[in-house]
């Protein structure tokens, strides 16, 4: 499984953007997709994640303000983050997990996002 993220960019802070994540080769095998981010000079962190039958959870930074989207068919996952802060700032990867797979996951190589005014 490959992915390719996208959609990042430079927002000011109360405005929105949407991420997307498309999966490649051998698809059918991906169970969750979730979205990660890393800020300079901080872990790794859950943002949200979405199951194949669409149950999704949440990072409590994104709780209220961020949707996790699947489109199976189309073998994506999108994220709209709303009302984004500076904090927000970071670069946001794509994971999708999968029994098929090494370590039981692949990541994207990840999208900048920059919160600032």
């Known amino acids: 499984v490959q992915l390719q993220a996208s959609g990042g960019g430079l927002v000011q802070p109360g405005g929105s953007l949407r991420l997307s994540c498309v999966a490649s080769?051998?698809?059918?095998?991906?169970?969750?997709m979730a979205w990660f981010r890393q800020a300079p000079g901080k872990q790794r962190e859950l943002v949200a994640a979405?199951?194949?039958?669409?149950?999704?959870q949440y990072g409590d930074s994104a709780k209220g303000r961020f949707t996790i989207t699947r489109d199976s068919a189309a073998n994506s996952a999108y994220l709209q983050m709303s009302n984004l802060e500076p904090e927000d700032t970071a670069v946001y990867y794509c994971?999708?997990?999968?029994?098929?797979?090494?370590?039981?996951?692949?990541w994207g190589q990840g999208t900048l996002v920059t919160v600032s005014s």
């Open positions: 979405i199951t194949t039958g669409g149950t999704t």
């Open positions: 080769f051998f698809t059918y095998t991906i169970d969750s």
């Open positions: 994971r999708a997990y999968s029994d098929y797979l090494v370590g039981g996951s692949s």
